[in-house]
Nanobody
Framework: QVQLVESGGGLVQAGASLRLSCAAS????????MGWFRQAPGKEREFVAA????????QYADSVKGRFTISRDNAKNTVYLQMNSLKPEDTAVYYC??????????????????WGQGTQVTVSS
Protein backbone atom coordinates (compact mmCIF):
# COMPACT_ATOMS: atom_id res chain seq x y z
CA GLN A 1 0.00 0.00 0.00
CA VAL A 2 1.37 3.40 -1.01
CA GLN A 3 -0.07 6.73 0.04
CA LEU A 4 0.72 9.78 -2.07
CA VAL A 5 0.26 13.37 -0.97
CA GLU A 6 0.71 16.24 -3.42
CA SER A 7 1.47 19.83 -2.52
CA GLY A 8 2.62 23.04 -4.16
CA GLY A 9 -0.30 23.99 -6.35
CA GLY A 10 -1.70 27.49 -6.50
CA LEU A 11 -2.78 30.47 -8.55
CA VAL A 12 -0.11 32.13 -10.68
CA GLN A 13 0.11 34.40 -13.68
CA ALA A 14 1.17 33.22 -17.11
CA GLY A 15 4.93 32.95 -17.37
CA ALA A 16 5.42 32.13 -13.70
CA SER A 17 6.81 28.96 -12.17
CA LEU A 18 5.56 26.44 -9.63
CA ARG A 19 7.06 23.31 -8.13
CA LEU A 20 4.77 20.46 -7.20
CA SER A 21 5.83 17.85 -4.68
CA CYS A 22 4.48 14.38 -4.06
CA ALA A 23 5.46 12.54 -0.89
CA ALA A 24 5.09 8.78 -0.83
CA SER A 25 4.79 6.41 2.10
CA UNK A 26 6.62 3.10 2.26
CA UNK A 27 10.16 1.81 2.12
CA UNK A 28 10.61 0.79 -1.51
CA UNK A 29 10.16 4.16 -3.21
CA UNK A 30 13.23 3.79 -5.44
CA UNK A 31 11.95 0.53 -6.92
CA UNK A 32 8.99 1.96 -8.81
CA UNK A 33 8.31 4.58 -11.43
CA MET A 34 6.33 7.70 -10.70
CA GLY A 35 4.21 9.87 -12.93
CA TRP A 36 2.35 13.15 -13.04
CA PHE A 37 -1.00 13.51 -14.75
CA ARG A 38 -3.47 16.37 -14.97
CA GLN A 39 -7.14 16.87 -15.61
CA ALA A 40 -8.70 20.12 -16.70
CA PRO A 41 -12.43 20.84 -16.28
CA GLY A 42 -14.46 19.01 -18.89
CA LYS A 43 -11.43 17.16 -20.23
CA GLU A 44 -10.00 13.71 -19.79
CA ARG A 45 -7.00 13.04 -17.62
CA GLU A 46 -3.75 13.38 -19.55
CA PHE A 47 -0.17 12.31 -19.05
CA VAL A 48 2.32 15.01 -18.10
CA ALA A 49 5.62 13.38 -17.12
CA ALA A 50 7.09 10.19 -15.67
CA UNK A 51 10.36 9.09 -14.14
CA UNK A 52 12.02 5.74 -13.55
CA UNK A 53 12.70 4.36 -10.10
CA UNK A 54 16.26 5.61 -9.90
CA UNK A 55 15.59 8.75 -11.89
CA UNK A 56 17.70 8.02 -14.93
CA UNK A 57 14.86 7.81 -17.43
CA UNK A 58 12.14 10.38 -17.95
CA GLN A 59 9.28 10.97 -20.35
CA TYR A 60 7.26 14.09 -21.07
CA ALA A 61 4.13 15.03 -22.92
CA ASP A 62 4.89 17.14 -25.97
CA SER A 63 2.83 19.98 -24.52
CA VAL A 64 5.18 20.40 -21.54
CA LYS A 65 8.53 19.32 -22.96
CA GLY A 66 11.14 22.00 -22.39
CA ARG A 67 9.03 23.76 -19.74
CA PHE A 68 8.44 21.08 -17.08
CA THR A 69 11.02 18.91 -15.33
CA ILE A 70 10.28 15.81 -13.31
CA SER A 71 12.76 14.68 -10.67
CA ARG A 72 12.84 12.57 -7.55
CA ASP A 73 14.69 12.39 -4.26
CA ASN A 74 14.56 8.78 -3.15
CA ALA A 75 16.05 9.61 0.23
CA LYS A 76 12.99 11.77 0.89
CA ASN A 77 10.45 9.51 -0.87
CA THR A 78 9.43 12.51 -2.93
CA VAL A 79 8.90 13.25 -6.60
CA TYR A 80 8.81 16.78 -7.97
CA LEU A 81 7.40 18.55 -10.98
CA GLN A 82 9.10 21.85 -11.73
CA MET A 83 6.83 23.87 -13.98
CA ASN A 84 8.25 26.92 -15.74
CA SER A 85 6.77 29.32 -18.28
CA LEU A 86 3.27 28.35 -17.22
CA LYS A 87 0.41 28.96 -19.64
CA PRO A 88 -3.32 29.28 -19.03
CA GLU A 89 -3.79 25.92 -20.74
CA ASP A 90 -1.73 24.30 -17.97
CA THR A 91 -4.63 24.98 -15.59
CA ALA A 92 -5.77 21.65 -14.15
CA VAL A 93 -5.77 19.42 -11.14
CA TYR A 94 -2.40 17.69 -11.05
CA TYR A 95 -2.09 14.15 -9.73
CA CYS A 96 0.96 12.10 -8.93
CA UNK A 97 0.80 8.35 -9.36
CA UNK A 98 2.92 5.31 -8.56
CA UNK A 99 3.55 2.44 -10.95
CA UNK A 100 4.22 0.08 -8.08
CA UNK A 101 5.08 -2.91 -10.25
CA UNK A 102 7.11 -1.09 -12.85
CA UNK A 103 10.43 0.72 -12.77
CA UNK A 104 10.27 2.16 -16.30
CA UNK A 105 8.33 5.40 -16.84
CA UNK A 106 5.01 4.92 -18.61
CA UNK A 107 2.58 7.32 -20.28
CA UNK A 108 -0.42 5.10 -19.71
CA UNK A 109 -2.54 5.94 -16.70
CA UNK A 110 -3.75 2.36 -16.50
CA UNK A 111 -0.23 1.27 -15.51
CA UNK A 112 -0.36 3.21 -12.26
CA UNK A 113 -1.57 1.56 -9.12
CA UNK A 114 -1.76 4.38 -6.60
CA TRP A 115 -2.88 7.98 -7.00
CA GLY A 116 -2.72 11.10 -4.89
CA GLN A 117 -5.67 13.34 -4.13
CA GLY A 118 -4.57 16.04 -6.56
CA THR A 119 -3.47 19.65 -6.28
CA GLN A 120 -5.01 22.54 -8.19
CA VAL A 121 -2.87 24.64 -10.51
CA THR A 122 -4.50 27.73 -11.96
CA VAL A 123 -2.68 29.95 -14.45
CA SER A 124 -4.24 33.32 -15.23
CA SER A 125 -3.62 35.20 -18.45
Amino acid sequence: QVQLVESGGGLVQAGASLRLSCAASGRTFSSYAMGWFRQAPGKEREFVAAISGYGGNTQYADSVKGRFTISRDNAKNTVYLQMNSLKPEDTAVYYCAADYFGSVPSRGGQRYDYWGQGTQVTVSS
